[in-house]
């Protein structure tokens, strides 16, 4: 088996020196570096190259959850693995909602870790015990909840702004926008532009604005 090439990115050093040491132990492993910030990943993944990361979700500079769509926006078949302390539907739903393939508590088992990168690299998605259950969690009128990048989008859409015009305001590309789109109106169950909009009215996402519903 190849070696698999991992790098882990905590701004606690000792947890990352630990979850280092631990996944060293094993041969199919290889740490190609422990960071301490979603900053450093994002400006370094091209460099290191990793197959997977481990990634804390608070962290200073750059938090797990932009990092995880910087990183994915650049380099979609990277699996990204959240290790987090917080086992809430809402963080776990989010987390997976941004892209990332797994995700751990930090108070698992040592080998579970290593159960989950290998998971990952099959192509699986993996929930540690203690997170399975709350894949979807449904706010109030029974919707999936929108990321925080979603409800940016869906902003700019509402206001009248194609693919192309949202992409560059955002600086991703226009197949990340589509993809996004989709996810949103999925979400949503809604099929039109003008249905966006509407539906941002009356949720207050336009509030302020100036946009109106022809």
């Known amino acids: 088996m190849s070696l698999v090439r991992v790098v882990i990115v905590d701004d606690h050093p000792m947890v990352a020196e630990g979850i280092q040491s631990l996944l060293e132990s094993y041969d199919n492993i290889n740490v190609v570096g422990v960071l301490s910030n979603g900053q450093e990943i994002v400006d370094q993944v091209e460099t290191l190259d990793p197959d997977v990361i481990l990634l804390d979700l608070n962290m200073p500079q750059l938090g797990g959850l932009t990092a995880t769509e910087m990183i994915l926006e650049r380099r979609p078949a990277t699996r990204i693995l959240i290790l987090s302390m917080h086992d809430s539907p809402e963080y776990i739903s989010t987390a997976l909602n941004h892209g990332a393939k797994g ?42 909840p929108l990321t925080n990048r979603e409800q940016t989008i869906l902003l700019q859409l509402a206001q009248g702004q194609s693919n192309k015009e949202v992409a560059n305001v955002l600086d991703i590309s226009v197949r990340t926008v589509e993809t996004h789109r989709k996810n949103i109106k999925r979400k949503l169950g809604i099929s039109s532009t003008a249905g966006l909009t509407r539906y941002a009215l009356e949720h207050g996402v336009l509030q302020g604005t100036g946009v109106a519903l022809n």
Do not use: F, N, W
């Open 103 to 144: 995700y751990v508590l930090k108070d698992v088992p040592t080998e579970e870790i290593h159960t989950a990168i290998e998971a990952v690299m099959r192509g699986e998605q993996y929930l540690c015990t203690g997170a399975e259950g709350s894949l979807k969690p449904k706010i109030a009128d029974g919707r999936e």
